[in-house]
């Protein structure tokens, strides 16, 4: 940046304006190079899918509850941002770390089948018994996850990505429906953008990075919504429900 230019990885910002979109600025950020038109395309797709899943998420209440506190609708964005962490907003980068695994493994000589049964396993003393981007609370099929991947898979026929990690995701949802006796977890929202994170190339921290930046959007929404619906003080529960104190009786210190 000098006075009266302003440059980004070189190019002169007057020449961006109005040329390229937001999802190919967040690429040429993270990246120091503009993308391809169907590579943004397919970017601009997994941040556009994971907006926003209703004021039930805990990042989304946060920010509702924030925004009745009287603060700015930054500072309501902020609750709920900071509250994006491996259980709840950090799925993407695990299961793009789970992809990457296996695809490590094959790349070493493992056999296919073995890396992926080892990939999970790994993945699983690493977070626990839930493997990241498959099954979700409110949805048997998650309906954005099956649009991305059909976008994943006309973008591989097209020659723009690979389709290897998709073909990852798939065999991870086989090899769980095999250990659960048949019982599919479908892959989810997470798993989905995860995939194209994965096909384009993106590491895995950045997987969250770029959720935490679609989110926004929703976070935004439900802030300003909350502020002109008014209200102080909305707290994380129904002011009904009453809840059950378990600690000591009541008494006094003894001086």
Same mark, same amino acid.
């Given at each position: 940046?000098?006075?009266?230019?302003?440059?980004?990885?070189?190019?002169?910002?007057?020449?961006?304006?109005?040329?390229?979109?937001?999802?190919?600025?967040?690429?040429?950020?993270?990246?120091?190079?503009?993308?391809? /038109?169907?590579?943004? #395309?397919? *970017? !601009?797709?997994?941040?556009?899918?994971?907006?926003?899943?209703?004021?039930? /998420?805990?990042?989304?209440?946060? #920010? $509702?509850?924030?925004?009745?506190?009287? %603060?700015?609708?930054?500072?309501?964005?902020?609750?709920?941002?900071?509250?994006?962490?491996? %259980?709840?907003?950090?799925?993407?980068?695990?299961?793009?770390? *789970?992809?990457?695994?296996?695809?490590? &493994? !094959?790349?070493?000589?493992?056999?296919?089948? @073995?890396?992926?049964?080892?990939?999970?396993?790994?993945?699983?003393? +690493?977070?626990?018994?839930?493997?990241?981007?498959?099954?979700?609370?409110?949805?048997?099929?998650?309906? $954005?996850?099956?649009?991305?991947?059909? *976008? %994943?898979? &006309?973008?591989?026929? =097209?020659?723009?990505?690979?389709?290897?990690?998709?073909?990852? /995701?798939? #065999?991870?949802? =086989?090899? *769980?429906?095999?250990?659960?006796?048949?019982?599919?977890?479908?892959?989810?929202?997470?798993?989905?953008?995860?995939? @194209?994170?994965?096909?384009?190339?993106?590491?895995?921290?950045?997987?969250?990075?770029?959720?935490?930046?679609?989110?926004?959007?929703?976070?935004?929404?439900?802030?300003?919504?909350?502020?002109?619906?008014?209200? $102080?003080?909305?707290?994380?529960?129904?002011? =009904?429900? +009453?809840?059950?104190?378990?600690?000591?009786?009541?008494?006094?210190?003894?001086?």
């Amino acid at each position: 940046m000098k006075p009266g230019e302003i440059r980004y990885s070189g190019y002169p910002i007057e020449q961006l304006i109005g040329q390229v979109g937001f999802a190919h600025m967040v690429w040429l950020l993270t990246r120091g190079e503009l993308p391809q /038109a169907p590579q943004a #395309a397919l *970017l !601009e797709a997994a941040l556009m899918a994971a907006v926003d899943h209703g004021p039930q /998420a805990p990042s989304i209440a946060i #920010a $509702r509850m924030a925004a009745t506190c009287g %603060v700015g609708l930054n500072n309501a964005m902020a609750s709920g941002l900071n509250v994006l962490g491996d %259980v709840h907003g950090g799925a993407g980068e695990q299961a793009v770390a *789970l992809f990457n695994d296996i695809a490590r &493994q !094959e790349d070493g000589g493992v056999a296919p089948e @073995i890396a992926l049964r080892q990939g999970l396993d790994d993945a699983k003393a +690493l977070y626990g018994p839930y493997i990241a981007g498959y099954g979700h609370r409110f949805h048997p099929i998650d309906p $954005r996850a099956p649009r991305l991947l059909a *976008l %994943v898979d &006309q973008a591989a026929k =097209d020659g723009i990505v690979s389709g290897r990690f998709a073909g990852i /995701a798939r #065999a991870v949802e =086989d090899e *769980l429906a095999y250990r659960k006796n048949g019982r599919r977890i479908p892959l989810n929202i997470d798993g989905a953008t995860a995939v @194209i994170y994965a096909e384009l190339g993106f590491p895995a921290p950045l997987a969250r990075g770029l959720f935490c930046l679609s989110r926004s959007v929703g976070l935004l929404a439900h802030a300003w919504e909350q502020m002109q619906q008014g209200g $102080r003080n909305k707290g994380p529960i129904p002011r =009904d429900y +009453l809840w059950n104190y378990t600690g000591p009786a009541p008494r006094t210190p003894a001086l």
